[in-house]
């Protein structure tokens, strides 16, 4: 009999590019990170990400949020999709709906997502326009356990990057997006790892409360 503890699982769930998906399955593949990425959801079926997963022999689900008039009715059938599948954790990467407690309360605990911007500074869109026109030095991204709060669930970790002079939404997007590769798959390491947990409404690490998330800075800044 086999004494290996079985691989911790995982749902990726996104509406876009994935490059966050494209860094779990490149660590994954290398070895660095130690999960079973079981299946790759979006609510777009044009999504390009669906390519970056099929590439790498991933299954894929797509259901479609216009085809479901109430939001309950649409997470239902995301849960009855994922559960096909028993996912040990959900990863919200890009995913761009909002999600009701029919769908945060089946995996409570167990729902990781990345926010573009250092929360609680900049819920909601449009993180990185905001954060320039607020004159801000620093800006970034956020790793938190998704409750039924948008964008509002215990942080987990955070990268940093400076903001620049002449720096546009979109070559900050680009700067925040590379600290976001390596933070996520931190984050997702530390849950299967069994060493970060969601209880009583907080994240802890190694047994503690974190009253702050950690922090990542890119080398040379
Ligand atoms: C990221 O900026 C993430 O913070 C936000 O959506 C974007 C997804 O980018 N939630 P990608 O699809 O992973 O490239």
């Known amino acids: 009999m086999s004494r290996r503890t079985p691989r ?3 749902a ?7 490059t966050n998906l494209q860094a779990f399955i490149d660590e994954t593949v290398s070895g660095e990170l130690d999960l079973d990425l079981k299946v790759v959801l979006s609510n777009k079926p044009d999504a390009a990400g669906l390519e970056r997963a099929r590439k790498a022999n991933i299954k894929v689900e797509c259901v479609e949020h216009r085809d479901f008039r109430e939001r309950e009715q649409f997470d239902a059938k995301l849960v ?5 599948y028993a996912p040990d954790m959900i990863i919200l990467a890009g995913f761009m709906r909002i999600l009701s407690p029919v769908f945060i309360d089946r995996f409570a605990g167990k729902i990781l ?3 573009p911007s250092l929360l609680p500074k900049y819920p909601g869109l449009n993180t990185h326009q905001r954060a320039i ?11 938190h356990f998704a409750t039924a709060e948008l964008d509002g669930g215990p942080r987990i ?9 002449d720096d546009t939404a979109e070559s900050l997007a680009l700067r925040v997006l590379k600290v976001e590769h390596q933070i996520y798959t931190q984050a997702a390491a530390l849950l299967a790892s069994g060493r970060l947990v969601y209880r009583d409404g907080q994240a802890w690490l190694d047994g503690v409360p974190m009253d702050e998330p950690l922090q990542y800075t890119p080398p040379g800044k």
Do not use: D
């Open 8 to 10: 911790i699982s995982a």
């Open 12 to 18: 990726v769930l996104i509406s876009g590019g994935g």
């Open 80 to 84: 009855s999709v994922l559960n096909k």
């Open 113 to 115: 997502n990345i926010h």
């Open 133 to 143: 026109e607020a004159g801000e030095s620093w800006h970034g991204s956020t790793v």
């Open 157 to 165: 970790i955070q990268g940093r990057v400076p903001v620049l002079r």
